[in-house]
């Protein structure tokens, strides 16, 4: 079981990106995927979860309303659409799976290499 984030930078306030969780080893379908993130010396936090069958999804009040999270099951992806970026968005970001296919997600599975986004002007 792999999950790979990707699509990290440097952006200015405001911009947005778009990660990337690329899922192997399972079907994507199986299970909710969630994103987290980390700055150093603090602990790893939950951000977004979508479950399943994506119908159901939870974002962070930190995130809610800037932040969407979608799955293509058929490509083995979920993806986290950030918008109207903050500097305190900053952050190693990284998804995970519980194997339970509801949300939220705890942090319990795996994690794999995050994705460093970098919020600054």
């Known amino acids: ?7 990290g930078g440097l952006v200015q306030p405001g911009e947005s990106l ?3 969780c690329a899922v192997s080893g399972f079907t994507l379908d199986r ?3 969630g ?3 980390q ?3 603090k602990e790893r ?3 977004s979860c979508v479950s399943s069958t994506g119908s159901s999804t939870h974002y962070s009040d930190s995130v809610k309303g800037r932040f969407t999270i979608s799955r293509d099951n058929a490509k083995n992806i979920v993806y986290l659409q950030m918008n109207s970026l903050r500097p305190e ?3 190693v970001y990284y998804c995970s799976t519980d194997f339970f296919r509801d949300c939220p ?3 319990f599975g795996p994690f794999g290499q995050g994705t460093l986004v970098t919020v600054s002007s």
């Open 1 to 7: 079981v792999q999950l790979q984030a990707s699509g």
């Open 89 to 91: 968005d900053t952050a």
């Open 35 to 37: 994103w987290f993130r």
């Open 45 to 47: 936090a939950g951000v």
């Open 39 to 41: 700055t150093p010396g």
């Open 31 to 33: 299970f909710a995927i």
């Open 18 to 20: 778009r990660l990337s």
């Open 105 to 107: 997600t705890h942090g």
